[in-house]
């Protein structure tokens, strides 16, 4: 029934079907920090991008193969909806009542100036919600090139839950040190009363890759740092790469149960850089 509700030959710009929908709202969970979110789809799926003021930017991207049918009717797709309520939306059903269950989604937008529909299905029952878009807001581009970056680790994201899982709540700044030699990697959380350093060598197992070109020591919020600790949580490896200014990317490589690999992104300014 979802396949003959609607599609491209209806006028629609855009047509996405998802035969589980936890493979998409896990992802627009792990960026909800924000209400807004602007929708970019390119035939190549589906990015969601998030931003609070200039200081944090999200991105989570959702490959066209994750879907059982993705179209478009124009080369890109651009709208802004209300990530909270779209979230609500596709978690309508709640949590599955056997593990055998799921819920199909698809999604279809006709253009600009038009709602955003969504048909979830399970066991046979349909909702259907209109989510209203509005026109996008400019995104920030951070320039953020491989020509340009200095530091890359790649480790598995265990390590790093660990290590801001013992991060003291009160604390008001992370400090990451970088070198090319010892300590190599250094992670510090700093409040008004104290000061923790967690040192991981280059050549932990905890640790995949490490390219690091030159000393680097940069301070950010952690009130910043802590809206991807959900993207955190989901992930099995994380990228952490700062740039010439300071500016620090985490990258999430996230597995769904269905055995698609996604990603998210995390930007975060700099607040003190030496």
Avoid at 220 to 249: E, F, N
């Amino acid at each position: 029934m979802l396949n003959r509700r609607y599609d491209t030959q209806d006028g629609y710009a855009l047509v996405a079907k998802m035969d589980n929908v936890k493979n998409i709202s896990l992802l627009m969970k792990s960026i909800n920090f924000k209400e807004t979110a602007t929708c970019f789809g390119t035939e190549n799926g589906l990015k969601v991008t998030v931003e609070d003021g200039k200081s944090i930017q999200a991105n989570a991207f959702i490959q066209s193969d994750m879907f059982q049918e993705f179209s478009l009717s124009e080369d890109t797709v651009t709208f802004q909806i209300n990530l909270t309520v779209f979230v609500e939306c596709l978690n309508i059903f709640g949590p599955a009542h056997n593990p055998g269950t799921t819920t199909a989604l698809k999604m279809c937008y006709e253009g600009y100036g038009h709602p955003l529909k969504i048909l979830l299905e399970e066991g046979g029952v349909i909702t259907d919600c209109s989510l209203k878009t509005q026109e996008p807001n400019e995104i920030m581009d951070f320039g953020f090139t491989n020509s340009n970056i200095l530091n890359k680790i790649i480790l598995r994201s265990e390590c790093l839950k660990e290590v801001f899982s013992e991060i003291d709540a009160s604390s008001d700044t992370i400090e990451l040190f970088l070198s090319p030699d010892p300590p190599y990697f250094r992670i510090t959380s700093i409040s008004l009363t104290v000061e923790s350093q967690v040192e991981i060598p280059k050549d932990s197992e905890m640790i995949e890759s490490f390219q690091c070109t030159t000393v680097a020591i940069s301070r950010y919020k952690y009130s910043h740092i802590k809206p991807s600790l959900k993207a955190l949580a989901l992930s099995t490896k994380v990228s952490i790469r700062t740039d010439d200014r300071g500016l620090l990317c985490f990258q999430y490589m996230i597995k769904t149960d269905d055995g698609y690999t996604c990603f998210v992104e995390y930007y975060v300014s700099i607040l003190l850089y030496q």
